[in-house]
């Protein structure tokens, strides 16, 4: 928003100037006709320093109308230029949101990915734990089993001794 405000207040200030030089060309052009207008005929010299001054004062006008439409070339190709980079802008800015959509979808994916790998990891700990528990048992029963066996060969021994005596 702030860009376009200040894209309008420079074209604004562009067509200003584009009117101040025309109205200036305006009345300079004006100003030349009635003082040929109201001026008598006059004598011989009279008339040629009157003549060579309105030679000069048309040179003036046309260097003033040279200067005129330099200055106006310039107005426009700075306006044009404006206009270019207005128009970069405005792609930057597409740029922008753009990059912030892309940004925000990658930014689900991310969280998904983070969910993950926390759920990973709290599943590892329970393997972990599951792991040992298993362990734990299995020693428990190894000592069980070797209990009952040794028990079981204690028993045959006795009873081969009561059945030999």
């Given at each position: 928003?702030?860009?376009?405000?200040s894209a309008e207040v420079t074209r604004e200030f562009?067509?200003?100037?584009?009117?101040?030089?025309?109205?200036?060309?305006?009345?300079?052009?004006?100003?030349?006709?009635?003082?040929?207008?109201?001026?008598?005929?006059?004598?011989?010299?009279q008339q040629q320093q009157q003549q060579q001054q309105?030679?000069?004062?048309?040179?003036?006008?046309?260097?003033?109308?040279?200067?005129?439409?330099?200055?106006?070339?310039?107005?426009?190709?700075?306006?044009?230029?404006?206009?270019?980079?207005?128009?970069?802008?405005v792609e930057l800015n597409e740029i922008f949101r753009?990059?912030?959509?892309?940004?925000?979808?990658?930014?689900?994916?991310?969280?998904?990915?983070?969910?993950?790998?926390?759920?990973?990891?709290?599943?590892?700990?329970?393997?972990?734990?599951?792991?040992?528990?298993?362990?734990?048992?299995?020693?428990?029963?190894?000592?069980?089993?070797?209990?009952?066996?040794?028990?079981?060969?204690?028993?045959?021994?006795?009873?081969?001794?009561?059945?030999?005596?």
């Amino acid at each position: 928003n702030i860009q376009r405000v200040s894209a309008e207040v420079t074209r604004e200030f562009v067509d200003r100037a584009k009117h101040a030089v025309q109205a200036q060309a305006d009345s300079n052009y004006g100003q030349e006709e009635e003082y040929a207008e109201s001026t008598p005929l006059l004598g011989g010299r009279q008339q040629q320093q009157q003549q060579q001054q309105q030679l000069q004062r048309r040179v003036e006008l046309a260097v003033l109308d040279n200067d005129i439409e330099y200055n106006e070339a310039l107005i426009n190709e700075r306006e044009s230029e404006i206009n270019e980079i207005e128009q970069g802008i405005v792609e930057l800015n597409e740029i922008f949101r753009d990059m912030g959509t892309i940004v925000t979808e990658q930014q689900s994916l991310l969280d998904n990915i983070e969910t993950n790998v926390q759920s990973v990891a709290v599943n590892a700990l329970g393997a972990s734990e599951e792991l040992n528990s298993a362990s734990e048992y299995q020693r428990r029963s190894n000592k069980t089993k070797f209990c009952i066996l040794l028990f079981a060969i204690i028993f045959i021994i006795v009873l081969l001794l009561i059945a030999i005596s």
